[in-house]
């Protein structure tokens, strides 16, 4: 008979760090989702789609791709997408090398829209976090963040993530 080890509880220190980092992102979230809701009327995700339309080539995107980008499901990926069609920020197209594949792809309204509330939610980033933070803490929050993101991110294929589905 194998018994298996129990977990590895977090001990006090852990715990702490672990509840401080819960607190402080939900707050920032929540924080980031108001100040985009209040200047443009929209969601912190979608705001999050435009600006990596804005930055891809002639501002489109597959679909798969900006899932992938946005580490969403497809499905969620197209209710936003569909959302922002009705506002006229975002149109699709076919993909003319795959008939089952679309490209999102960033309107001129929506390119206005986004360059209209970029300064407001910088400002907001920086308040929120970079303000509070010394140079060296900035450096710090990256690396641990990089570390972190690369733990998640398997790089092997057939891995079962929420944008593959």
Request: include cysteine; proline fraction near 5%.
């Amino acid at each position: 008979m194998t018994t298996e080890p129990g977990p590895r509880w977090l001990d006090d220190e852990e715990q702490r760090t672990w509840q401080a980092y819960l607190h402080a992102t939900t707050l920032l979230d929540d924080h980031l989702d108001r100040q985009l809701q209040r200047d443009a009327g929209m969601p912190h995700i979608y705001y999050g789609l435009l600006v990596k339309l804005a930055a891809a080539p002639r501002r489109r995107l597959r679909m798969t791709e900006l899932a992938m980008d946005a580490k969403i499901t497809r499905s969620r990926l197209s209710h936003a997408v569909a959302r922002l069609e009705k506002s006229g920020w975002v149109t699709r197209e076919d993909c003319p090398s795959d008939k089952r594949g679309q490209f999102a792809v960033l309107t001129d309204e929506g390119y206005e829209v986004l360059r209209r509330t970029a300064p407001g939610h910088v400002n907001a980033v920086r308040q929120a976090l970079f303000d509070r933070l010394t140079p060296e803490q900035q450096k710090s929050l990256g690396e641990i963040m990089r570390v972190v993101a690369e733990g998640l991110q398997p790089s092997e294929a057939g891995a079962d993530l929420p944008w593959l589905r």
